[in-house]
């Protein structure tokens, strides 16, 4: 399985970004299971990688208090062998500089928010707010 993230970049505070990460390389659909979990996690400088907005099997989606009201979180599952997953951060604030990364879990069950140890990550993309 493979992720690739893509989308970082540098804005000024109250801006906007869309973080974008493909999927690809598993053999089942991830909208075909009923155990997965994916979703952003984001690791500020000196800080330790935390869960931004991840959704699981039933649809449901969960997301920092830190991030509510502006990140949302969405995907595309409209082809076959490749899964989208979107960010999109509006009113962005110097606080939510970080290396943003994507990640996949496709044996969990549930809200994996706040589990790290998700089977699947990608590099990781900068995302950088200045005031």
């Known amino acids: 399985v493979k992720l690739v993230e893509s989308g970082g970049g540098s804005v000024e505070s109250g801006g906007s970004l869309t973080l974008s990460c493909e999927v690809s390389?598993?053999?089942?659909?991830?909208?075909?299971?009923?155990?997965?979990?994916m979703g952003w996690f984001r690791q500020p400088p000196g800080g330790w990688r935390v869960g931004v907005a991840v959704?699981?099997?039933?649809?449901?989606?969960?997301?920092?208090d830190s991030v509510k009201g502006r990140f949302s979180l969405s995907q595309d599952n409209s082809k076959n062998t490749v899964y989208l997953l979107y960010l999109q951060m509006n009113s962005l604030k110097p606080e939510d500089t970080a290396i943003y990364y994507c990640?996949?879990?496709?044996?969990?069950?549930?809200?994996?928010?706040?589990?790290?140890?998700?089977?699947?990550w990608g590099k990781g993309t900068q995302v950088t707010i200045s005031s």
């Open positions: 990640a996949a879990d496709f044996a969990f069950y549930g809200n994996c928010i706040n589990y790290y140890g998700m089977d699947f």
């Open positions: 390389g598993y053999t089942t659909r991830p909208d075909t299971s009923n155990t997965y979990c």
């Open positions: 959704i699981d099997s039933y649809g449901t989606k969960n997301y920092a």
